[in-house]
């Protein structure tokens, strides 16, 4: 389905159109979770204009294809078209395996911030668990596919990974969480 013009006036009374056709309420479950996945989108786009390096930017471009596919699969039900594919997962399982292999240890939880980019990759990292939870919450409701989900969960584990990564570039030392303060 594609996008041909903004305003039809088909939502002012409080419905809105899956890409089956289907209508159903903007408070929906699938259409919560559509929106909890733009948001993110959004935000990943925020970090990465952010970004110099033009690694950290493909990556950041490519996880934005990669939840409009998850938002896809969302807003066509009862299909058995997967436009996210299980590769995707593979590569951010690489891409945190070998970042971990370059990282510290972590000793305790870190504070985030440090740097513009930085804090923009936190708060995509947390936006990604609210996204997880309202797909979790989806998934209870209506059986859908669970790549999704995992696709999240690795996915908030990268942008934390990332933000740690970043850090390092940047020469920044991680603040950690003191207990007693």
Not at 116 to 129: D, F, S, V
Not at 134 to 156: C, F, G, M, P, T
């Amino acid at each position: 389905m594609r996008i041909t013009k903004v305003t039809t006036k088909t939502g002012d009374g409080g419905k809105t159109s899956l890409g089956n056709g289907q209508r159903v309420h903007k408070n929906h479950p699938i259409i919560n979770t559509l929106g909890e996945l733009d948001y993110l989108n959004s935000i990943i786009g925020w970090a990465e204009v952010e970004s110099a390096n033009e690694s950290y930017s493909r990556e950041l471009k490519n996880i934005q294809q990669d939840i409009f596919n998850i938002s896809g699969d969302l807003s066509l039900p009862n299909s058995d078209v997967s436009l996210l594919k299980e590769e995707r997962i593979i590569h951010l399982e690489k891409m945190i395996k070998s970042m971990n292999e370059k990282l510290p240890p972590l000793e305790e939880f870190i504070l985030p911030g440090g740097s513009e980019l930085n804090a923009r990759l936190h708060i995509a990292r947390t936006t990604c668990r609210n996204s997880e939870r309202s797909l979790v919450s989806l998934h209870l409701e209506h059986d859908k596919n669970k790549i999704h989900a995992k696709y999240l969960n690795r996915l908030s584990d990268y942008l934390f990974l990332l933000a740690r990564e970043v850090a390092q570039s940047e020469n920044q030392n991680e603040e950690h969480w003191e207990l007693e303060k």
